[in-house]
Nanobody
Framework: QVQLVESGGGSVQAGGSLRVSCAAS????????MGWFRQAPGKEREGVAV??????YYADSVKGRFTISRDNARNTLYLQMNDLKPEDTAMYYC??????????????????????WGQGTQVTVSS
């Protein structure tokens, strides 16, 4: 029974930065795919930064701007977001799945029923 809790979201102007965190508690085990996903109104949930098989992968839209990292001692996952754009506005979720993520049309995806998800933290970027 793993629980994930996101924090650190907020409202910033274009060009600004934010760092969101995901703290894990309860039983933990190695996941095949874990990382950060976002969902904007009217759009499908997509992975912006994921870790799978020891590799780190980013969505095309955030390469060079976002960085995923972890603190093993605190069992916490982070997402550093720089040079934010209005199109980054979304609810951001962390997730840990027992299946691999897959790449499609520039983003990464993970079936919702095959993963543990946090409640999300809102990120809003204004121009």
């Amino acid at each position: 029974q793993v629980q994930l809790v996101e924090s650190g979201g907020g409202s910033v102007q274009a060009g600004g930065s934010l760092r969101v965190s995901c703290a894990a508690s309860g039983y933990t085990y190695r996941s095949y795919c874990m990382g950060w996903f976002r969902q904007a109104p009217g759009k499908e949930r997509e992975g912006v930064a994921v870790i799978d098989g020891g590799g780190v992968y980013y969505a095309d839209s955030v390469k060079g701007r976002f960085t995923i990292s972890r603190d093993n001692a605190r069992n916490t996952l982070y997402l550093q977001m720089n040079d934010l754009k209005p199109e980054d506005t979304a609810m951001y979720y962390c997730a840990a799945g027992w299946t691999s993520c897959y790449f499609r049309s520039g983003s990464w995806y993970l079936p919702e029923k095959l993963a543990v998800w946090g409640q999300g933290t809102q990120v809003t970027v204004s121009s």
